[in-house]
C-alpha cells in the first residue's frame, strides 16, 4: 500500500507542478502580471543571449520527442515502473519549461505594438481564445491520462492500465491536433512583438510541424483507423469551404 501512495503521490505532484509553470508559462509569453516576461527589454549581447535561448527551445524539443518515441519508453520502462512513465515524462517537461522561463534572455527590438484599445482587447481576446482552445482539447481526449494521473490512480486502486478507446470529439472532427492549433494561436495572439517573441514563436511553431509528424507516425502504429481520421480531417487547418459546399449542396435541393 505504502508503494502504491508514493506512485500516486508522485503523479499528482508532478502533475500540480506542471499545472503551476504552465499557467505561469502563459501569463509570460503574454506578458501579464510577472516581470520579466518574454518581451522585456533585452540586455547585454545579442547573439549571446541568442545562442541561450535557442538551446533552451531546443533542449525542451529534444526531451518532448525523444521521452515520447516508443523505442524509449520501452528502454526507460526498464529503469522506472510503467505506472509513472507519464508522469515523469510530464515532470521532466516541466522542468525544462521552467528552466526556459528562468533563463530566457530577453532580444528587445519591437516588431509590432498594438496601442489602441481595441486592438488590444481583440489581440488579448484572440490569446486567451488560444489557450481556451488547448485546455478544452486535452479534456476531450481525457487530461488526465494525457498527463499521467489517470496511470498512478489506476495503479494506487489495484486495476490495470487500459488504452483509451480512439474518438473524435467535437473540436478533433475539425482539425487532427486542436492542442498545437490553441498553442500557436496563443504564441503569436501578441500586442507586443519583440524579436525574443517572434524567435519563440516561430521555433515552438517549427517544432509543432515536425513534432508532429512523427507523433502521427507513432499513431498510425498503435491505432488502426488513424489512417482513415488523416484522409478526412485536416492537421491543423478546419476545411471550411468543404462545409460551405456541402451545406450549398443541400440547399439546392
Not at 509569453?29 to 535557442?54: C, F, K, R, Y
Not at 490553441?182 to 524567435?199: C, E, F, K, R, Y
Amino acid at each position: 500500500m505504502l508503494r502504491k501512495s508514493l506512485v500516486l503521490t508522485y503523479g499528482v505532484v508532478s502533475y500540480s507542478l506542471f499545472f503551476a509553470v504552465f499557467n505561469y508559462a502563459i501569463l509570460f509569453i503574454g506578458n501579464i502580471l510577472v516581470t520579466p516576461s518574454l518581451d522585456s527589454p533585452g540586455q547585454g549581447d545579442l547573439v549571446e543571449a541568442l545562442l541561450i535561448d535557442i538551446a533552451l527551445l531546443s533542449a525542451f524539443a529534444l526531451q518532448h520527442s525523444i521521452m515520447a518515441r516508443p523505442a524509449f519508453k520501452r528502454l526507460w520502462t526498464k529503469v522506472i515502473p510503467i505506472e509513472i512513465e507519464r508522469s515523469t515524462y510530464v515532470l521532466a517537461s516541466t522542468v525544462i519549461l521552467a528552466a526556459i522561463i528562468y533563463f530566457w534572455q530577453p532580444l528587445g527590438g519591437v516588431i509590432w505594438q498594438a496601442t489602441d484599445p481595441v486592438a488590444l482587447t481583440a489581440i488579448y481576446t484572440v490569446f486567451a481564445f488560444g489557450w481556451a482552445v488547448l485546455f478544452l482539447a486535452s479534456f476531450q481526449i481525457n487530461h488526465f491520462d494525457l498527463f499521467g494521473l489517470r496511470q498512478v490512480w489506476l495503479y494506487f486502486r489495484g486495476k490495470p492500465y487500459t488504452q483509451l478507446e480512439f474518438k473524435t470529439p467535437f473540436l478533433y472532427r475539425y482539425t487532427r491536433h486542436p492542442l498545437y492549433v490553441g498553442l500557436m494561436i496563443g504564441l503569436w495572439a501578441a500586442p507586443t512583438m519583440t524579436v525574443a517573441h517572434l524567435v519563440f514563436a516561430a521555433l515552438c511553431t517549427a517544432y509543432i510541424f515536425v513534432g508532429t509528424r512523427f507523433e502521427e507516425h507513432d499513431l498510425e502504429n498503435v491505432l488502426p483507423e488513424y489512417r482513415q481520421y488523416k484522409k478526412e480531417v485536416p492537421m491543423f487547418i478546419p476545411k471550411i469551404e468543404r462545409k460551405t459546399k456541402q451545406k450549398a449542396a443541400i440547399e439546392s435541393v
